[in-house]
C-alpha cells in the first residue's frame, strides 16, 4: 500500500484508530439523551457495574500478560508471534477484547447511561467485526488456528 496513510495500512491500523475512537465514546460520550430514564438497579446496577469493571480488567490483564511481549494492538500478528492456546485463552478466542466488553458494560452500569449501554452494545459489535478480519490472519499464520477456532468461542465465553 505504497502511499496509503499509516492508519490505512497493512496490518490493521484504521482498527486500532476506531477502536481508541470507541473507547472514548463509551468513557467520555454522552451518557444518556434528554428524556431518557435511567438504567432501574439504583446500587444493585452499581454492584454488577462493579463487578463487570473487575471480571473486564481481570481478563484482559490475562490475555495481555499471556501474550507477553508480543502483543500488539493490531489485528495482524507482530512478527514471531506463537498461537496462544492456554490460559484466558482457553475459554475465549480474544480475552482482551472480551474483557474490554464487560469493562464497557459495568461502566454503562455504573454511570446508568442508556447510551452509554449503546456504545457497549456497539464496541461489542466493532469487535465481532475486527475478530473476523484478526482470524483470518491468524488462520493463515497459523495451521493450527481452525483446530483452536472450533473449540474455543470467540468473544463471551462458552456462548459465542
Same mark, same amino acid.
Given at each position: 500500500?505504497? /502511499?496509503?496513510?499509516? +492508519?490505512? /495500512?497493512?496490518?490493521?491500523?484504521?482498527?486500532?484508530?476506531?477502536?481508541?475512537?470507541?473507547?472514548?465514546?463509551?468513557?467520555?460520550?454522552?451518557?444518556? +439523551?434528554? *428524556? +431518557?430514564?435511567?438504567?432501574?438497579?439504583? +446500587? $444493585?446496577?452499581?454492584?454488577? /457495574?462493579?463487578? =463487570?469493571?473487575?471480571?473486564?480488567?481481570? @481478563?484482559?490483564?490475562?490475555?495481555?500478560?499471556?501474550?507477553?511481549?508480543? $502483543?500488539?494492538?493490531?489485528?495482524?500478528?507482530? !512478527? *514471531?508471534?506463537?498461537?496462544?492456546?492456554?490460559?484466558?485463552?482457553? $475459554?475465549?478466542?480474544?480475552? @482482551?477484547?472480551? *474483557?474490554?466488553?464487560?469493562?464497557? =458494560?459495568?461502566?454503562?452500569?455504573?454511570?446508568?447511561? =442508556?447510551?452509554?449501554?449503546?456504545?457497549?452494545? $456497539?464496541?461489542?459489535?466493532?469487535?465481532?467485526?475486527?475478530?473476523?478480519? !484478526?482470524?483470518?490472519?491468524?488462520?493463515?499464520?497459523?495451521?493450527?488456528?481452525?483446530?483452536?477456532?472450533?473449540?474455543?468461542?470467540?468473544?463471551?465465553?462458552?456462548?459465542?
Amino acid at each position: 500500500m505504497a /502511499g496509503a496513510p499509516w +492508519w490505512m /495500512g497493512k496490518r490493521g491500523e484504521w482498527w486500532v484508530v476506531a477502536q481508541f475512537a470507541l473507547f472514548a465514546l463509551v468513557g467520555f460520550g454522552p451518557r444518556s +439523551w434528554p *428524556g +431518557w430514564p435511567l438504567i432501574p438497579g439504583g +446500587w $444493585i446496577a452499581r454492584a454488577a /457495574g462493579i463487578a =463487570l469493571l473487575a471480571a473486564g480488567f481481570a @481478563m484482559m490483564l490475562a490475555g495481555i500478560v499471556k501474550v507477553g511481549s508480543k $502483543i500488539t494492538p493490531l489485528p495482524r500478528p507482530a !512478527e *514471531g508471534a506463537v498461537l496462544v492456546e492456554t490460559g484466558p485463552y482457553r $475459554i475465549v478466542r480474544h480475552p @482482551m477484547y472480551a *474483557g474490554a466488553i464487560l469493562m464497557a =458494560l459495568g461502566w454503562a452500569l455504573l454511570a446508568r447511561g =442508556l447510551l452509554t449501554l449503546g456504545w457497549a452494545v $456497539i464496541l461489542f459489535a466493532f469487535f465481532d467485526l475486527k475478530t473476523r478480519r !484478526e482470524e483470518r490472519w491468524l488462520g493463515e499464520r497459523f495451521p493450527a488456528y481452525a483446530a483452536y477456532r472450533r473449540c474455543v468461542r470467540k468473544l463471551i465465553p462458552f456462548i459465542y
